[in-house]
């Protein structure tokens, strides 16, 4: 079952929660539904892989956002608050490092990075590990799963802080927001911030002018302060645009990190993760899917692998559309054929003027 089916049919039963509470006139119940079918409908276009229909998820956010505006107008003036908020950023992980295939000197960076935070010196000396990293490259390389495994490899509290949805007028004053997060974090240290789709921050457009370059200010100036703080609070920036922020931010973080698409051992590393430790077998070479998916990222690789397995289970149990509870589910070797149909099905996304434009720019501003 795909991750956009779950998210789908979670939304489903949180619109009928949420009519159920407008008909009763229990307004502040349903704009808390409202906000959780937003966040959902952009979780599944984060996780669309075709443009028309992540648009469309992002449209119906859109209009649950409107939605909430709307509500909560009629509610009260009231001040949101802002430790709930940033409280409901907190996510909890199971990832680790072996879930992630290649992108080694990263992982060994940030592995680094948390270990000196974790550490006791043995002597009264100053270190100052790094506590802010920027990762950037394009979508579906592992920049989340590489900032979910560094948290949960420490134990770390993990703030999942999409830059846009913070921005979005219904969270409320944005750089509140951010200070409420910013304090949270260091009570509930040690700490990892995720700040995802981080070139938001620049979008200067429309209304997002003023409340965008007030955020900047509001991080830059945070950053600062925790750097001279014991407790440890990493910020993670990932962003697909790393060209649209300018130096005084960039300069800010002290690792400018290149995630790239994965090479051929990372992919194989990837159909293996996806298939192999998942307990599926499969009639084909792994060198050779591998060699097959250059220019793939990650993402769509998984996708791939999810694709060919659904295959497999409608190849080897024609009768399941009529399933009933307890169904035995008949599990056989994927073959060949079904990954390669896959592969040739999904086009690869990310374009070679792309790639050259992120290599170029990690040449003039990535660290090494
Ligand atoms: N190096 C990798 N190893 C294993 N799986 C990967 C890797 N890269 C990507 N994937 C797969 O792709 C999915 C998306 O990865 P992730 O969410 O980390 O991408 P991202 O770089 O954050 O993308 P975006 O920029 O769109 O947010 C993962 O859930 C995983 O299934
Ligand atoms: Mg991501």
Not at 277 to 285: L, R, T
């Amino acid at each position: 079952m795909s991750i956009d089916f779950l998210i789908l049919n979670q939304i489903k039963k949180l619109e009928t929660e949420a009519e159920y509470y407008e008909k009763n006139g229990e307004k502040d119940k349903a704009y808390k539904v409202y906000e959780k079918i937003a966040y959902l409908y952009e979780e599944a276009a984060s996780k669309a892989l075709l443009q028309s229909t992540r648009e469309l998820y992002l449209m119906k956010a859109g209009e649950y956002r409107s939605r909430i505006n709307a509500t909560k107008e009629k509610i009260n003036g009231d001040e949101p608050d802002y430790t709930q908020i940033a409280k409901s950023m907190i996510e909890k992980t199971n990832l680790t490092w072996d879930n992630i295939s290649g992108l080694e000197k990263i992982k060994s960076l940030l592995r680094q990075a948390v270990g000196i935070a974790i550490s006791k010196p043995e002597k009264p000396v100053k270190i100052d590990p790094p506590r802010s990293i920027l990762l950037f490259g394009p979508p579906g390389t592992g920049k989340t799963l590489l900032a979910s495994a560094a948290s949960n490899s420490i134990n770390a509290t993990f703030f999942n802080a999409d830059i846009s949805r913070i921005l979005s007028r219904y969270v409320g004053d944005s750089p509140k927001t951010i200070d409420s997060l910013f304090l949270l974090a260091r009570k509930m240290s040690p700490s990892i911030i995720f700040f995802d789709e981080f070139d938001s921050v620049s979008l200067n457009r429309e209304e997002k002018e003023n409340i965008g370059a007030g955020l900047i200010q509001k991080i830059l100036t945070e950053m600062d302060g925790f750097r001279k703080s014991r407790d440890f609070v990493m910020v993670i920036g990932s962003t697909n645009r790393p060209w649209a922020l300018d130096e005084a931010i960039l300069n800010r973080f002290d690792y400018r990190i290149y995630v790239p698409l994965p090479d051929f051992e990372a992919r194989r590393g990837i159909f293996e993760i996806e298939l192999g430790k998942n307990n599926f077998e499969i009639e084909a070479d792994y060198d050779d899917l591998a060699k097959k998916t250059e220019g793939y990222s990650g993402r769509e690789i998984s996708h791939i692998c999810k694709k060919a397995i659904m295959s497999m289970i409608k190849r080897m149990n024609p009768d399941i559309e009529n399933a009933k509870p307890g169904y035995k589910l008949r599990i056989g070797k994927i073959t060949k054929e079904e990954l390669y149909k896959s592969i040739d099905d999904t086009k690869p996304s990310v374009s070679k003027e792309i790639i050259k434009k992120y290599e170029e720019w990690n040449k003039e501003y990535g660290s090494e």
